[in-house]
């Protein structure tokens, strides 16, 4: 879910939304297919936090042998928090979102005063916030954060018939999804930058599907594929984090 791994979005602004039964009334069918397809109403609006632990493989451009990898421990919390940790043979990185404030820290595993942390600009943090919104709210409500859903059509994507459906949260952070007709799965993922996103296996924890792996794949300016396999060892729900667990470190921390 993420490195890119997941489901990604913009600032809020001034929003009139029609109501029908709580639902906006512009909404496609297949939104409604979909959420069933992955659990109940009442889980899916029951889950205020999702906790991912796992493995991260990476495969650099152009030698898919060299892979490395790192432990991975990924926090999605409502409203708008986010935090995800990657620990490899050398180093922590920790990049997190807190409503607007963003942040990435690279702490030296070997050497703890050799550490560096930055502030994430407009745009990352943009995204960031993108990205919980689209791992928490299962496709439904972009329209109350200022984003929009368009209905795109039909495709055929590994031989299903597939809605794709635009989840628009601003002119460069769109993440186009393809939706089995059928039954609602998601089948897959693409943005706006060329990425791609698939999910494989399942996990269902307290009534929700999730993945049990996600491949992402992103283009580099040379057209260069690099490939970000996340596979999760446990989910838990609803173990709601402090909130200072997402803040800003004080410069003062080692």
Known sequence: MTVTIFRSLSLHVALVLALTSGLSAAEPAIIAKARAFLGSEAALNGLK????TGTLVTAPPGDA???TRAAIDIIFQRPEQQKITATSDSVI???ALDGYDGWQRIQDIADKSKWRQTLLGTDQIKRLRANTWENMSFFRGIERIGGKVEEQGTQ??????CQKIAFIHGANIIFYRYFDAATGRLVFTETEAG??????GEMTVSGIRFPKSIITTTKSAKGETQTVTITFDKITVNDLVPGPEFAVPGLGKR
């Open 65 to 67: 042998s060299k892979q």
């Open 195 to 200: 990425g791609t996103i698939r999910e494989a």
């Open 93 to 95: 990185e920790i990049t």
């Open 156 to 161: 055929v994507i590994e031989g299903v018939s």
């Open 49 to 52: 936090s999702v906790h991912y």
